[in-house]
Structure formats: structure tokens, C-alpha cells
């Protein structure tokens, strides 16, 4: 439920859509949108005869939430879930641009770098499909090999500097192993 | 005719209906072809394969629009009906709707930023569109 409203901080859900997509009660759902209500956490409007709740970003714990909700059980998860059956083709993923640095709108692209040296764009968008749909967002991939990665480091390519200086939430490998694996 | 492009269509949105037009659908069909075809000429910049095979995704995905019927009032629009107008799954469609996003950056931005891993995977699309295509 938290991945649901802190995934998307920039959109409302309604109850029923709350419960569908957390994929729970409607009770346990009901009395746990009251008491985060009531905490401060979400905003509570009522659009005709539908009850909507969004994350409220006034909430002094916002950052926190959203940030535990993104690395724990929110998009990091579904995208690495669906990415799990190429993984033994895959050297690092991670998701980077306006989602990593936390600046994102309910209609922004979610990024992701992926460093591969056999997959094709047919297989990363073949995989990503589910996530497209359960996410309700747009999965941007880019698909780099180790090679690609080493030369573009090496000529200094302005897209891919940038990227690796930016915040990043690993879906799999760190750092350290591309680098390795890079140099 | 397909419930998903009929939502799609009318004033104002994303595709016209209009009449299929045989001459027009042979021209798009080979001139999308020819230039698959020069694509996979690796003497070719790299930059000019992937023009070439973009439009070349354009023309063949455009082709299977008229075939039934609409006109698209936009240029993205074609990829992401594939699906309807050939039966095209994720990763044809969204290879090709990717492509479109970095046409338009390198177009109006000039981050033009291909390597041979995205041209090689635009050709093996596009070439799906052309096969899925009825001759």
C-alpha cells in the first residue's frame, strides 16, 4: 500500500484502486488509509462520491518514506522482477534520471541503464512489458555493453558522465562490479 | 475493423479515417523496403543507417495503418499501434517507439547518441514490420 501511494506521490488513488493494487482486504486497506490519514501521511479529498488519498509531500518524513519505498518494495522491485529472467545475461542495472533523483512526476519515464553484453532491445522490452503495465509507467531502457561503457567513460561522452555522476538505485551489481568489469 | 484503433480515431485525435489507397500503400511498402535495404550498408555513418532504418520503420508502419483504413495525425503514433494494425508484440513496437524518442533528441536537441547495438535491433524491427506486412 505505501509502494502504491509513495511510488506515486504526484497522483490521488481512490479506495477501490488502493485495494486492487496492493492487493489486499478492503478492510486491512480501509482502516490503514484512515489511520495514515490521520498520522499526517496522506492527504485525504473527496471527488463526488469517491474517496481519494495521495502521499502527502508535507509530511516531514516524506523523503524517508518515499525513499524506503523506492529501494524496498516499490518500482526497484517490480523492474527487478521482471528483468530476473535475463539475469545471467546482465553484468548491471540501475535505474538512474528523474525517478533516482527523486524529481519525478506520475508521468515521467523510469530510466534504466542496463550493461549487457548480449542482450538486445527485444529481449530488455520483451521483459519489461509486465512492469510497463503494473507500474502504469514507461520503462525507459538503455542498453549499453561493458565495451560501450569503457569507451564512453574513456571519450568523456557528455550523456554517459552525467549519468554515472547521478543518483542511482541499483536493480543489479553496484558500482564496483562495473567498474571491474568496465576497466 | 479493430475496437482499440477505432477509439483512436476522430477530430481532434490521433488517427483520420481514410480511405485505403493501393498505390499508396505499394509506394510506402517500397520505399520503406529500399531503405532497409541501404540500412544494412555498413559503409554507411552509423548515423545514416539509423535515418535510413527509422524511416524506413515509419513508411512500413504507416503502410499497415492505411492498409486499414486511418491516417495517423502524428509520427509516434504508428509505432504504438502496432500491435493493432500487425499483431506486433513489446518488442518490436517499443524498439521502434524508443528509436522515435532519440530521432526526436537528435533532431531538435542534437544528442544523436546510436551505437551499432540500437541499429542493429531497429533493423531486426523494422524488418519484423515488413514481414508482418501482407504483400
Excluded at chain 2, 17 to 46: C, I, P, Y
Excluded at chain 2, 98 to 115: A, P, Q, S, T
Amino acid at each position: 500500500m505505501l509502494a502504491v501511494l509513495f511510488g506515486n506521490p504526484a497522483r490521488s488513488f481512490y479506495a477501490n484502486e488502493v485495494i486492487a493494487l496492493a492487493q489486499s482486504g478492503t478492510g486491512a486497506v480501509q482502516r490503514e488509509l484512515a489511520a495514515l490519514t490521520e498520522a499526517g501521511l496522506l492527504i485525504f479529498n473527496k471527488q463526488g462520491n469517491q474517496k481519494h488519498y495521495q502521499a502527502n509531500a508535507a509530511a516531514p518524513v516524506f523523503d524517508e518514506l518515499r525513499g524506503l519505498v523506492l529501494k524496498t518494495m516499490g518500482m526497484a522491485d517490480v523492474l527487478r522482477v521482471a528483468l530476473a529472467p535475463l539475469a545471467a545475461q546482465i553484468e548491471g542495472a540501475f535505474i538512474y534520471g528523474s525517478v533516482a533523483k527523486q524529481q519525478d512526476t506520475a508521468r515521467s519515464d523510469i530510466d534504466v541503464m542496463i550493461v549487457s553484453a548480449s542482450l538486445a532491445y527485444a529481449d530488455v522490452f520483451g521483459a519489461l512489458e509486465s512492469a510497463t503495465h503494473r507500474l502504469d509507467r514507461k520503462v525507459n531502457p538503455t542498453l549499453y555493453t561493458p565495451a560501450d561503457i569503457a569507451r564512453r567513460i574513456a571519450g568523456d561522452n557528455a550523456f554517459l558522465t552525467r549519468v554515472m555522476k547521478q543518483p542511482k538505485i541499483w536493480l543489479m551489481g553496484n558500482e564496483e562490479t562495473l567498474h571491474v568489469r568496465s576497466a | 475493423m479493430s475496437e482499440a484503433l477505432d477509439n483512436l480515431c476522430g477530430p481532434g485525435k490521433q488517427l483520420q479515417a481514410e480511405a485505403t489507397d493501393a498505390q499508396e500503400f505499394a509506394g510506402l511498402v517500397r520505399s520503406g523496403m529500399a531503405r532497409l535495404n541501404d540500412a544494412r550498408n555498413t559503409s554507411l555513418a552509423l548515423e545514416s543507417r539509423f535515418d535510413l532504418a527509422y524511416n524506413a520503420a515509419h513508411s512500413l508502419s504507416l503502410a499497415a495503418l492505411r492498409r486499414l483504413g486511418y491516417r495517423a495525425s502524428n509520427r509516434y503514433i504508428v509505432f504504438q499501434v502496432l500491435p493493432h494494425t500487425l499483431g506486433l508484440g513489446p518488442e518490436v513496437w517499443r524498439v521502434l517507439d524508443k528509436c522515435h524518442n532519440m530521432r526526436n533528441r537528435g533532431e531538435y536537441e542534437g544528442l544523436l547518441d546510436v551505437d551499432e547495438r540500437l541499429v542493429a535491433d531497429l533493423i531486426v524491427a523494422t524488418q519484423a514490420v515488413g514481414e508482418a506486412l501482407p504483400a
